[in-house]
């Protein structure tokens, strides 16, 4: 099955099958927050971005209230990914153990940050919030970096 949302003209279009295998990645760091990357393509007129894929964080530290991941050591995987599939990254996701999937003023400032550095390249990253408990996707939302304000996709 397929989940659509909308934020003004952009379509952002994923398989819950990768929704429930980002979920399954996090269930083992309960009741500490988890994450990782977002990996897709937009359409050829940029009006539709289809996440395709999640690498989970290797290198990172978490509490129940706080996911800070290292990216360096994935600059090959990364040159790799759009080299033989036309993908890279888009943006991030993290769990919200026993939390609501919202964002907090930490995960705004992170998203400015990465839109502000030279190596990124991306303006308007998108960001992954999941709800999850000790037995359950409780819930979930996208959103996008749009002026240095996160927008909710709907």
Same mark, same amino acid.
């Given at each position: 099955?397929?989940?659509?949302?909308?934020?003004?003209?952009?379509?952002?279009?994923?398989?819950?099958?990768?929704?429930?295998? +980002?979920?399954?990645?996090?269930?083992?760091?309960?009741?500490? &927050?988890?994450?990782?990357?977002? +990996?897709?393509?937009?359409?050829?007129?940029?009006?539709?971005?289809?996440?395709?894929?999640?690498?989970?964080?290797?290198?990172?530290?978490? %509490?129940?209230?706080?996911?800070?991941?290292?990216?360096?050591?994935?600059?090959?995987?990364?040159?790799?990914?759009?080299?033989?599939?036309?993908?890279?990254? +888009?943006? &991030?996701?993290?769990?919200?153990?026993?939390?609501?999937?919202?964002?907090? %003023?930490?995960?705004?400032?992170?998203?400015?940050?990465?839109?502000? &550095?030279?190596?990124?390249?991306?303006?308007?990253?998108?960001?992954?919030?999941?709800? +999850?408990?000790?037995?359950?996707?409780?819930?979930?939302?996208?959103?996008?970096?749009?002026?240095?304000?996160?927008?909710?996709?709907?």
């Amino acid at each position: 099955m397929t989940i659509t949302r909308h934020y003004k003209n952009l379509k952002l279009v994923v398989d819950d099958s990768l929704l429930e295998s +980002i979920y399954q990645s996090s269930c083992g760091h309960y009741p500490k &927050e988890y994450g990782g990357f977002l +990996i897709g393509k937009y359409s050829h007129d940029f009006k539709t971005l289809h996440i395709q894929q999640s690498i989970t964080a290797g290198i990172f530290k978490s %509490s129940r209230i706080e996911f800070t991941r290292e990216s360096g050591y994935l600059k090959c995987e990364f040159e790799k990914l759009f080299i033989h599939k036309g993908l890279y990254y +888009i943006g &991030e996701w993290h769990t919200h153990p026993d939390g609501e999937a919202w964002y907090s %003023s930490t995960d705004l400032n992170a998203m400015i940050s990465i839109a502000h &550095e030279k190596n990124v390249k991306i303006d308007n990253p998108v960001l992954l919030i999941l709800s +999850i408990t000790n037995n359950s996707l409780r819930d979930f939302n996208f959103f996008i970096l749009n002026n240095n304000r996160l927008e909710i996709y709907e």
